[in-house]
Structure formats: C-alpha cells, structure tokens
C-alpha cells in the first residue's frame, strides 16, 4: 500500500506538486500527464529520492524502482549488474533466472550494460528493480522510446508482478496497460486532476487522457 | 567555411563557461608557477637549526653565545639536551643541530669543537649544511675568545637525493589517487546513484569505495619493494607502519575529494576543484622540499596542512627506520583530521539528499 497526503514540493519558484493525495494498494496504477507535470517528482518522492516539503507519504520498507533514464551500471556486463544489485537485494538465484528468462536477458548475459540497446537497457533497469521482489515498484516511464515487441515483454512482467504487488507506473502509452490498470491517475502542473477506478475507468485511457487534456487547455 | 562557424560556437560555448575556464588557464597556471618558483629558492637562509648542550657543563650564556652565531644564516633554537634535539632532528622540526661544548668565554682552554649533527635522509640539506659549517666556523670565531673548529657529522645513512624521493613517491601517489582517480571513479558512479540510493545508501556507497582504494594501495607499495629487491636497492616501503599512514592519509584526502564532488554535483567544478585540491597538497605538504627551505610564511602555511605531517612520517619510517612511536602525535592529529573529513562528507551527503 502506498499513500501520501498533502504531498507538497517546490523548486525555487516553481511548484512541482501541490497537495497532492493518493492511495493505491495491490495492483497496476498508471499515472499519466503532460511532460513537467510532475510526475516524476511524485515517484521520487515516494521513492525517497526527493524530500517533499510537506505532507506525508507511507511506503512499504522493500520498494523497486526502474527509472526514465536507466540507472545501471554501463562498464559491468549484465551478469555482473545483476550480480552487485542480486547481493544488494538479498536476491534468490531462482528468482533472479526468472527474471531473466521473462525479460529475455540471457543473449546479452555477457555484454556490457552500456553496448546494449535503449530497450535491453531498460529491461536490465526494470530486472534490477525487482531482484528483491518489492513489495511496490514504482515505473518511471518504462515503455518510453520501445519497440512494440519489447513494450509487450515489459507490460506482461509489470502486468504479472500487480497481480500480488503494488506497482505504479507513470506513462503516456496508457492503451499498452488498457486491460491491466486499475486505477488511472491524471496529474498536471503538481495537481491531481482526475483519477479513476477500475470499474469505472475507461476502456480507452488514452483518449480519454486526451480529451481531458483538451479541456484543460481549452480546446 | 565549417571551422570559423564552428569557432564562433567555440565562442559562445566559452562565454558559458568563463569560470571554468578562468579556474583551468588562469588559476591552475598560477598555482603551478608559485610553486615551481618557490622550489627554486634551495638555499635556505632561516631554516630552523638546533642549539643544544653537548655535556652538562654547557652554561646557558654558551648556549646564547652559539645561538647569535648562527642567528644570521638560520632561525635558531636553544634545546636543554641533545637527545631532544636529535629527536627534533628526526621529525624534521629542526635541520641541523649544532652541538655546543662548555665554557665558551674560558680563553685558557684548547680550541671548543662544535659538531653539526645533520639528518643523513635529508639529502636537499647536504650541500647547504657545508655552507653552514663555515658559517658558523667564522661565526664562532669572531665571537668566542678561542679558537673554533666545526665538524659535520650525518646522523642515520646518508642517502641519495633519488632514494630520497621515495617517500615523495609514496605520498604523491596517494594524493593521485584520492583526489585524481578516485572522484573519477566516483563520478561514473553518478549515473546510478538513484539505484544505489534506493537500494542501499550513499554512507555505504562512499564507504565502500574508499576501503577499495586503501586496500588498493598496498599493492604499489608491494611493487616497488619487489623492483627495489630485484635491481637491488636499499630502502623498503612495504611495512605496518607505512601502510597505516597512506591508509589515513588517503582517507582524509579520499573524503575531502568525495566531499566536493557532492557539493558541486559531481560536475565539472567538482573535478576542478579535485584538481586545485591536489595541486595544492604536493605543492604545501613540503613533498620534495623540506618546509625548512620555504619563506617563513609559506612554511606556516605548510605545518599546518595535515599532508606535510603524512611526507614527514613516512621518511622517518622509510628512510631514516625510526619507530611509528616517534611520530604518534601527527598520526593521531592525521586520525583526528579524518574524523573531521568524515564529518564533512557525511554533512556533504545530507545536503546532496537534501538538494536531489
């Protein structure tokens, strides 16, 4: 269960977010919003990475994160990046070949982390993210810059990792998590604008995203 | 034409960039010629001199009476015992101990013997100290109503100025390594400090890596005692004592080096600043030089880096085989000096928190 309530968080004059609430437990919870909204911020926040300046947030102690720009270790290979994040995390050799295998790391096992692909990258960054089976994972924009084939593979292991664990993820492919999401959160310069629950949430996000966006600006 | 539309982007980047490039052209250059000018200045003209008593006959106004002689080519100081001037003579407090004989002003005795007791390890102080003999041979000898001679006696083995530079070596890689390789190596770091935040925490992170770096550092030291062993040399560096100094010295380098790379965000700056840093520790720490060639300014200046206590310890150690005990006091003072460093770099990881 993740929650925060009254999450506040300047940058010198500008204001990255504004009171903002939220609660999500067991689940994929998509977060979306125009770039500079401030989602980032939420996530690092709640990561800890970023101190609010007020308000509260509640965590679970074991918490993953995979960033927008992955976070590995590019003169390691990929075994070895496993290898000093697995000891970190306390990480099973079962669940660590799991991974792998869903992620389809093994061909590049021996590879340097910063030869590989923007999209080798990323599922490197997400494995490293989960070796100590967090009870929440927060996504900084995992699908960002993927092809079709490797967005599938990340939205089915982000998919099947909810289905017992807290997963937020923020994103502006929101029709890649249309079957899976259960809430939708829209969020706008620091502010919450609109969120929705399962049952009632769109089948279509991401127009419905964008109509909202829409709105706002006045179209 | 491409390369003038390229300078002109040259241009504009500079003007981004003046200070860097000021602290890089400017400051760095300025530093250097400082420091290379004072080495220059070989001959010292008030290096700090012992006067001590050679029996126990010696009188205070002996004592006074040596100590005007030698008062216009050194800053001399008067010692109760020889034992506590040698032992100054061995900490590179003093560069020279004249050893004074009783009853200077008695004209009915023989000729008074004096002996200038210098360190054989300080080898920058061989040529000037014949200087100081006849010095203080013509001093004596307008001062005293007897005849005077003077003798000059090196204390330990007299070594050569390249044996000499060993510990320079020795301490300059040090440096090298804390404020040159490690924020290299810590700014490739940077790139997944986030991960390594949520996963474990920056403490353990800087910790991690300057243990690396220390035990790193006995390896160098192992090689050159195989080399020395192999082409036959005379000194060795691989010892507990040796060790434990460098281990010290490069933690208090190693997190004053971490400590501005977190303030300046592991940017350029960081590395500038590493660099100044380091400049500025071979150049005030009397690496090469010993502080007693230095102006009376620059050698306050010298004693009271933390660094300058590290070179001296370490030729006591290697060169002159005297026991860590001798120089107890500057280790705890260069322990003391980490627990400080750590302090602040551990204030400089709370603000990096506070700022990410």
Known sequence: MITATDLTKTYGETTALAAVSVAWDEGLHCLAGPNGSGKTTLLRVLAGLTRHDSGSVTVPESLGVAFQTPNVYADLTVAENLDVFGALAGATDEWRASLVDQL????????????????????????????????ALLLDEPLADLDPATRRRLVDTVTRYSAEHTVVASTHHLNAFADDYATLTVVRDGRLLDSWDRPAAPNDPGSVYDRLLDRENGF | MDVPSLLGKELRWGRHKLLALAAVFVVLPAVFAYVTVGFQHVLPTDAPIAVAPRTAAVTGDDLRVARAAVTVFSDPVIYQSRAD????????????????????????????????????????YHEPSRAIVRLLQSGLGTAIPRDVTVSREFVGTQYSLSTYLVPSFVVSLTAIVALGYLPQTFEAEAAVLDRLRVETSLYAVVASKLLFFAALLVVPLVVFDAVTAVIGGSVSVLGVATLAVVVVTFLLLGLVAVAIQLLAGFGVWGRILNLLVLLFVLGFSGVVYPVGFFSPARRWVVRQVPTHYAVVTVRGLVLRGQPISTYADWLGGLVAAVGVAALVAGGTIELYERRA
Do not use: H, N, W
């Open chain 1, 104 to 135: 389809r790391l093994d061909p590049v096992a021996g590879r340097t982390a910063g030869a590989l692909s923007g999209g080798f990258q990323k599922k490197l960054d997400l494995a490293l993210a989960l070796l100590k089976r967090p009870d």
């Open chain 2, 85 to 124: 001037a040698l032992t100054a003579l061995g900490r590179e407090q003093v560069y020279a101990v004249v050893s004074v004989p009783p009853a200077l002003a008695d004209s009915a005795r023989g000729a008074a013997a004096f002996t200038v007791y210098i360190d054989g390890s300080v080898v920058p």
